[in-house]
Nanobody, 124 residues
Framework: QVQLVESGGGLVQAGGSLRLSCAAS????????MGWFRQAPGKDREFVSL????????YYADSVKDRFTISRDTSKNTVYLQMNTLKPEDTAVYYC?????????????????WGQGTQVTVSS
């Protein structure tokens, strides 16, 4: 069982930065791939980024590539999403999730555990 708690969301102006954190409980955190998703009002939950269990592989949605960076600190059981050059269209609730799937987990159904989400609002 893995429990996930996101933090770091907030209100920021366009062009600004935020760093989201996702703290995980459970001794097996290091064996899970971790992903970030987001969901804007009236839209489906969409993939943002993922990092492999080892931290050696990462993947980004085209919409955030070169602006967002995912990382993990196994010693702290935490995964991060550094978001730079934020745009109004990045406004959404951001969720972290954990997966045992060893392939490219790009869909919500690939993930086993979810956090409660943190709101990110980017003003123009």
């Amino acid at each position: 069982q893995v429990q996930l708690v996101e933090s770091g969301g907030g209100l920021v102006q366009a062009g600004g930065s935020l760093r989201l954190s996702c703290a995980a409980s459970g001794r097996t955190f290091s064996s899970y791939g971790m992903g970030w998703f987001r969901q804007a009002p009236g839209k489906d939950r969409e993939f943002v980024s993922l990092i492999s269990w080892s931290g050696g592989s990462t993947y980004y949605a085209d919409s955030v590539k070169d602006r967002f960076t995912i990382s993990r600190d196994t010693s702290k059981n935490t995964v991060y999403l550094q978001m730079n050059t934020l745009k109004p269209e990045d406004t959404a609730v951001y969720y972290c999730a954990a997966t045992r799937y060893t392939g490219w987990a790009l869909k919500p159904y690939d993930y086993d555990y979810w956090g409660q989400g943190t709101q990110v609002t980017v003003s123009s």
